[in-house]
């Protein structure tokens, strides 16, 4: 005889079973599995895509993504730019989105190195160790939101990054980090619901304009020996 706790243990899996089944099988045809060296474009004609193996954009090659596009990424993949260039290009009303396959699991985010300067616009990253991770690179980021990352919504070193009209949100440890001679422009930007807003390192220079910090436990954490200039730009309902 079944017990009422075994039919809700059954349902459970059952649904649960049904859930992993879709994900994998049904919305993603084999055309739309991705992963290891990419470059050219990537429309939404094949969208949603699931990302099992980190893209990776050499030197020399480019990447471009259309508005509209949606990458799904197992745990520990994510978009390496290598040297090469990357353009994603969003719209307000039809962004880009990346986010985790499974909604408890963080991929890794996209990372940037090399002299060639990545932009991306409208587009949204949830669940990311890091939403964006820049070293010795160079990123442009418009009309984007960051949300959920494990570490860090943006994270800056020895590079340089120009952030605009974008939101960085609800990130576990720091919204964006900027340390090792980063340079971060932070304009017409709202850092919200993060345990650190902001976080300016040894030798790195921060500019933020017009923009709002609110709702975080720290709004920001200064190391010193450093450049931090704000101008019109509102610090508020912060714990610290």
């Known amino acids: 005889m079944i017990t009422r706790a075994g039919w809700v243990f059954a349902l459970f899996m059952m649904a649960a079973l049904h859930v992993s089944a879709f994900a994998v099988d049904r919305e993603f045809p084999q055309e739309s599995v991705i992963g290891g060296p990419v470059a050219g474009f990537l429309k939404k004609d094949h969208s949603p895509y699931r990302v099992k193996e ?16 949606e990458f799904y990424f197992d745990e520990g993949a994510g978009v390496d730019v290598r040297g090469g ?6 719209e307000a009303n039809n962004p880009v989105i990346m986010t985790s396959l499974e909604k408890n699991k963080y991929w890794n985010g996209v990372s940037v190195t090399g002299l060639k300067r990545a932009e991306v616009q409208g587009i949204h990253v949830e669940n990311a160790t890091f939403g964006f991770a ?10 984007a939101i960051v949300s959920n990352a494990k570490r860090a919504g943006v994270y800056v070193r020895n590079a340089s990054v ?10 576990r440890s720091i919204g964006v980090w ?16 993060n345990r650190i807003a902001l976080v300016a390192g040894e030798d790195s220079s921060i500019a933020l304009l017009r923009s709002h910090l609110d709702v975080n436990d720290v709004a920001v954490l200064d190391f010193g020996e450093n450049s931090l200039r704000q101008r019109n730009s509102v610090i508020e309902g912060n714990m610290v």
Do not use: N, Y
């Open 54 to 69: 980190t893209l990776v954009i050499p030197d020399g090659k480019a990447l471009i993504v259309e508005a509209g596009v």
């Open 85 to 90: 260039s990357l353009a994603i290009m969003g």
């Open 134 to 143: 820049v070293e010795s690179g160079a990123l442009e980021i418009r009309d």
């Open 162 to 171: 120009a952030m605009q009209w974008t939101q960085i949100q609800d990130c």
């Open 178 to 193: 900027a340390t090792h001679s980063a340079s971060v422009d932070i304009d017409a930007s709202s850092l919200s619901g």
